[in-house]
């Protein structure tokens, strides 16, 4: 057994570790053949005729995509408060206001009512984060948007592989869909990300706008096969691209997707099952013909716990955890940003009190999930 079981580890094996030997011994250490094969491979997960742009990031997808879908300075884009920083930072790269929107207690996704009545005249796009793997209902975001006319890029960092109403995550018709491949995701390139978009003069910007605002890929001017120094600068943009050693990791990482989705899911079981009389909040499951990523298994503690206790409990126990979000409204600088009061936010600041991660990565043993819930056991019942 493990001396300590960390919260997250990425689930790599021989065969990642060979494609990316394989990628640096071919030359290419930069954008090129696999980063091509890795986006049509993608495209092709999704099977709905989506076009996929690989970027350095998540992040820089978002950049990215709020950027093809023309937002600039003095818009707002709503998004939730229970996120990440880099959801509504990237808005600031472009000069527009992020609106924090409170969440839905019981899913911790956004809650459209409320962004309803936050919308004005420089509302522009909406960006909703699929917390956790369980997807935003795609019918109602649509409804949405088109009722506000607004663009909707959606944040699903969290959610590879999601079904929500019968539909991927990605496969939608969002003006933009980005994943993210961070250490810890779902599936790893170490450091990555995908944007998705069925439109393709979002895709054909955000392909110039990844790598310095140039009209080809490095990859198109250095092959061998049809050689062309020539190229031009049409916008200025960034250095967002992916290297064909990441990709190569992706490749392998994206074949085993599902299975790795499947013994995520089948810890949940586990936790659901072994966790259920212990009076705390578990997670919401996903509807029965759906898929939810289970990228975070959040389990809320008793309202009038003291929740660091019980992660220290945990920490004791030898086990990792975690807690997410911190809401953004709770944050100085997007506190201070827009003035912000804990009472704003009433879901969002009351569940963060009781919010925490447990591990849920696809690698754990069924020793470490024991493990897991022996340590939750011992902290819930003192």
């Known amino acids: 057994m493990r001396d300590k079981l960390p919260f997250a580890l990425p689930d790599i094996g021989e065969a990642e570790i060979d494609a990316v030997v394989t990628a640096l011994r071919s030359g290419w250490v930069s954008t090129g053949p696999k980063v091509k094969e890795f986006e049509a491979a993608f495209?092709?997960?999704?099977?709905?005729?989506?076009?996929?742009?690989?970027?350095?990031?998540?992040?820089?997808?978002?950049?990215?995509?709020?950027?093809?879908?023309?937002?600039?300075?003095?818009?707002?884009?709503?998004?939730?408060?229970?996120?990440?920083?880099?959801?509504?930072?990237?808005?600031?790269?472009?000069?527009?206001?992020?609106?924090?929107?409170?969440?839905?207690?019981?899913?911790?996704?956004?809650?459209?009512?409320?962004?309803?009545?936050?919308?004005?005249a420089r509302t522009k796009a909406?960006?909703?984060?699929?917390?956790?793997?369980?997807?935003?209902?795609?019918?109602?975001?649509?409804?949405?948007?088109?009722?506000?006319?607004?663009?909707?890029?959606?944040?699903?960092?969290?959610?590879?592989?999601?079904?929500?109403?019968?539909?991927?995550?990605?496969?939608?018709?969002?003006?933009?869909?980005?994943?993210?491949?961070?250490?810890?995701?779902?599936?790893?390139?170490?450091?990555?990300?995908?944007?998705?978009?069925?439109?393709?003069?979002?895709?054909?910007?955000?392909?110039?706008?990844?790598?310095?605002?140039?009209?080809?890929?490095?990859?198109?001017?250095?092959?061998?096969?049809?050689?062309?120094?020539?190229?031009?600068?049409?916008?200025?943009?960034?250095?967002?691209?992916m290297t064909d050693p990441a990709a190569a990791m992706g490749l392998v990482q994206l074949s085993r997707a599902t299975e790795m989705?499947?013994?995520?899911?089948?810890?949940?079981?586990?936790?659901?099952?072994?966790?259920?009389?212990?009076?705390?909040?578990?997670?919401?499951?996903?509807?029965?013909?759906?898929?939810?990523a289970w990228h975070l298994y959040v389990i809320r503690v008793p309202s009038g716990t003291d929740r660091d206790a019980f992660i220290a409990s945990l920490a004791r126990s030898g086990v990792g955890s975690s807690v997410h979000f911190i809401p953004l409204h709770l944050q100085p600088y997007w506190r201070d940003f827009a003035g912000h009061a804990p009472s704003d936010f009433p879901a969002a600041t009351a569940e963060f009190q009781r919010v925490v991660s447990l591990p849920i990565f696809s690698s754990m043993s069924s020793d470490d999930v024991d493990r897991v819930v022996h340590a939750v056991r011992e902290a819930a019942t003192g």
């Open 43 to 120: 495209a092709d997960l999704l099977d709905s005729g989506v076009e996929a742009v690989s970027v350095n990031s998540a992040t820089a997808g978002l950049h990215l995509a709020l950027e093809a879908c023309g937002i600039t300075a003095g818009d707002e884009v709503l998004l939730p408060t229970w996120t990440f920083t880099a959801t509504a930072e990237v808005v600031r790269y472009l000069g527009a206001t992020p609106v924090l929107v409170d969440v839905d207690p019981d899913t911790l996704n956004i809650d459209l009512e409320q962004a309803a009545r936050l919308v004005t």
């Open 261 to 292: 989705r499947d013994k995520r899911a089948a810890i949940a079981d586990r936790y659901h099952r072994e966790l259920a009389d212990l009076g705390l909040g578990l997670p919401v499951p996903a509807a029965s013909a759906d898929l939810h």
């Open 126 to 241: 909406i960006m909703p984060v699929h917390f956790a793997g369980l997807g935003v209902s795609p019918s109602a975001l649509r409804a949405f948007a088109l009722s506000h006319g607004l663009k909707v890029v959606e944040d699903a960092a969290h959610a590879l592989p999601t079904v929500t109403e019968g539909q991927m995550v990605g496969a939608g018709e969002s003006e933009a869909v980005v994943f993210s491949f961070y250490a810890t995701k779902t599936m790893t390139t170490g450091e990555g990300g995908m944007v998705v978009t069925r439109d393709p003069e979002i895709a054909k910007r955000i392909r110039i706008m990844r790598l310095h605002g140039i009209d080809r890929d490095a990859f198109d001017r250095y092959r061998s096969d049809v050689p062309s120094w020539r190229y031009e600068v049409v916008a200025p943009g960034y250095k967002y691209n």
